[in-house]
């Protein structure tokens, strides 16, 4: 009975409620973190928003890709890959949009948003440190949480010194910091998908 794969069965539900779980927190938070951004003309949160989206996304891919051939895993990492490098260079032409013409962003907003942020992407993050050592998608999946988190912290501590200061430049530097951030997490991702990395 030991060979009847029950055990890998259990592993791939596992998996899915756990993608389907991170999914559907990245995608509220997503729709939130973008009209919060909008509304308080910050970069640092628009950037955000955008890489809730990326993640949201990613975790997509993987919800299909789990329990499927070794190839089908490896696609779907390299979707991810060239996902985030698409999202991040997007952010990156918004943050010097909003250096031209945009507005004074407002830093309590930032703050508050960063810190519902940080909570939803640490839950995410525990939530997927229990598969990080699975295959390449559980693997990206784990990376792009924690710079999530990092990204969070960064919101924060900007929009406090955009609330003392009264500068733009507060955001827009964790904007681009964030969107650098997302593109080279794509960049690890598709190397680590090209060299057809699995779990060992």
Request: charged share 15%; proline share 1%.
């Amino acid at each position: 009975m030991t060979d009847c794969g029950c055990e890998l069965e259990a592993e791939g539900d596992a998996q899915r409620t756990t993608l389907r779980v991170v999914l559907a927190i990245n995608a509220a938070m997503f729709v939130v973190e973008i009209v919060a951004g909008v509304l308080a003309s910050s970069t640092g949160l628009i950037a955000d928003s955008l890489d809730m989206l990326a993640d949201a996304s990613v975790y997509a891919i993987s919800l299909y890709a789990v329990g499927r051939a070794a190839n089908i895993r490896r696609n779907a990492a390299t979707a991810s890959g060239v996902l985030q490098l698409a999202l991040g260079f997007g952010v990156l032409i918004e943050a010097v949009r909003r250096f031209i013409g945009g507005g004074e962003p407002i830093g309590v907003a930032m703050m508050v948003m960063g810190c519902v942020a940080l909570i939803a992407n640490s839950f995410c993050l525990w939530l997927i440190a229990k598969h990080k050592g699975g295959d390449v998608n559980f693997r990206a999946s784990y990376i792009f949480s924690a710079n999530d988190v990092i990204a969070n912290i960064g919101v924060i501590v900007s929009g406090l010194i955009v609330k003392l200061s009264g500068s733009q430049i507060p955001d827009l530097v964790i904007g681009i910091l964030i969107a650098s951030v997302v593109v080279r997490g794509g960049i690890k991702i598709l190397g680590m998908a090209g060299s057809g990395e699995e779990a060992s």
